[in-house]
Nanobody, 116 residues
Framework: VQLQASGGGLVQAGGSLRLSCAAS????????MGWYRQTPGEQRDLVAV???????NYADSVKGRFTISRDNAKNMVYLQMNSLKPEDTAVYYCYALRWGRSTPTWGQGTQVTVSS
Protein backbone atom coordinates (compact mmCIF):
# COMPACT_ATOMS: atom_id res chain seq x y z
CA VAL A 1 0.00 0.00 0.00
CA GLN A 2 1.11 3.57 -0.67
CA LEU A 3 0.00 6.80 0.94
CA GLN A 4 -0.35 10.05 -1.00
CA ALA A 5 -0.43 13.27 1.00
CA SER A 6 -1.56 16.63 -0.29
CA GLY A 7 -2.70 20.04 0.87
CA GLY A 8 0.46 21.65 2.18
CA GLY A 9 1.53 25.15 1.26
CA LEU A 10 2.38 28.62 2.45
CA VAL A 11 -0.01 30.45 4.74
CA GLN A 12 0.14 33.45 7.01
CA ALA A 13 -0.02 33.07 10.76
CA GLY A 14 -3.61 32.68 11.89
CA GLY A 15 -4.59 31.02 8.64
CA SER A 16 -5.82 27.53 7.89
CA LEU A 17 -4.81 24.55 5.79
CA ARG A 18 -6.31 21.12 5.28
CA LEU A 19 -4.08 18.15 4.65
CA SER A 20 -5.36 15.00 3.02
CA CYS A 21 -3.84 11.55 2.74
CA ALA A 22 -5.15 8.71 0.61
CA ALA A 23 -4.20 5.04 0.73
CA SER A 24 -3.67 3.42 -2.65
CA UNK A 25 -5.80 0.36 -1.86
CA UNK A 26 -9.30 0.88 -0.55
CA UNK A 27 -9.50 -2.78 0.50
CA UNK A 28 -6.96 -2.36 3.30
CA UNK A 29 -8.09 -1.71 6.83
CA UNK A 30 -6.05 0.45 9.11
CA UNK A 31 -5.99 0.35 12.88
CA UNK A 32 -4.54 3.83 13.15
CA MET A 33 -4.00 6.69 10.74
CA GLY A 34 -2.41 9.98 11.54
CA TRP A 35 0.11 12.71 11.00
CA TYR A 36 3.63 13.41 12.15
CA ARG A 37 5.75 16.44 11.40
CA GLN A 38 9.45 17.07 11.16
CA THR A 39 11.72 20.12 10.96
CA PRO A 40 15.33 20.03 9.76
CA GLY A 41 17.64 18.40 12.29
CA GLU A 42 14.78 17.32 14.53
CA GLN A 43 13.02 14.04 15.08
CA ARG A 44 9.65 13.27 13.59
CA ASP A 45 6.96 14.09 16.16
CA LEU A 46 3.38 12.96 16.43
CA VAL A 47 0.79 15.60 15.57
CA ALA A 48 -2.46 13.64 15.70
CA VAL A 49 -3.74 10.10 15.36
CA UNK A 50 -7.19 8.61 14.86
CA UNK A 51 -8.25 5.01 15.35
CA UNK A 52 -10.63 3.12 13.09
CA UNK A 53 -13.34 3.63 15.71
CA UNK A 54 -12.72 7.37 15.80
CA UNK A 55 -10.65 7.74 18.94
CA UNK A 56 -8.30 10.70 18.56
CA ASN A 57 -5.13 11.87 20.23
CA TYR A 58 -3.27 15.12 19.70
CA ALA A 59 0.04 16.65 20.56
CA ASP A 60 -0.42 19.27 23.27
CA SER A 61 0.90 21.96 20.96
CA VAL A 62 -1.96 21.53 18.48
CA LYS A 63 -4.90 20.78 20.75
CA GLY A 64 -7.79 23.10 20.08
CA ARG A 65 -6.37 24.19 16.73
CA PHE A 66 -6.03 21.00 14.68
CA THR A 67 -8.69 18.40 13.98
CA ILE A 68 -7.99 14.96 12.59
CA SER A 69 -10.63 12.90 10.84
CA ARG A 70 -10.79 9.88 8.61
CA ASP A 71 -13.06 8.30 6.04
CA ASN A 72 -12.81 4.54 6.52
CA ALA A 73 -14.71 3.77 3.34
CA LYS A 74 -12.20 5.73 1.28
CA ASN A 75 -9.17 4.97 3.47
CA MET A 76 -8.38 8.64 3.78
CA VAL A 77 -7.23 10.73 6.70
CA TYR A 78 -7.46 14.50 7.00
CA LEU A 79 -5.89 17.15 9.17
CA GLN A 80 -7.68 20.46 9.47
CA MET A 81 -5.22 23.02 10.78
CA ASN A 82 -6.58 26.32 12.07
CA SER A 83 -4.94 29.27 13.81
CA LEU A 84 -1.62 28.26 12.35
CA LYS A 85 1.56 29.54 13.96
CA PRO A 86 5.08 29.92 12.55
CA GLU A 87 6.18 27.08 14.82
CA ASP A 88 3.84 24.76 12.91
CA THR A 89 6.16 25.07 9.93
CA ALA A 90 7.39 21.57 9.09
CA VAL A 91 7.12 18.70 6.66
CA TYR A 92 3.99 16.78 7.54
CA TYR A 93 3.92 13.03 7.01
CA CYS A 94 0.83 10.89 7.06
CA TYR A 95 1.02 7.32 8.26
CA ALA A 96 -1.21 4.31 8.46
CA LEU A 97 -0.88 1.16 10.52
CA ARG A 98 -2.65 -1.92 9.24
CA TRP A 99 -4.28 -4.33 11.64
CA GLY A 100 -1.84 -7.01 12.74
CA ARG A 101 1.21 -5.03 11.66
CA SER A 102 3.78 -3.33 13.87
CA THR A 103 5.39 -1.18 11.20
CA PRO A 104 3.39 1.68 9.68
CA THR A 105 3.33 2.86 6.10
CA TRP A 106 4.45 6.46 5.53
CA GLY A 107 3.41 9.01 2.96
CA GLN A 108 5.88 11.17 1.08
CA GLY A 109 5.50 14.31 3.20
CA THR A 110 4.00 17.67 2.40
CA GLN A 111 5.55 21.01 3.33
CA VAL A 112 3.61 23.43 5.51
CA THR A 113 5.10 26.90 5.90
CA VAL A 114 3.53 29.50 8.17
CA SER A 115 4.82 33.03 7.81
CA SER A 116 4.69 35.54 10.62
Amino acid sequence: VQLQASGGGLVQAGGSLRLSCAASRSSDRFNRMGWYRQTPGEQRDLVAVVSESGYTNYADSVKGRFTISRDNAKNMVYLQMNSLKPEDTAVYYCYALRWGRSTPTWGQGTQVTVSS
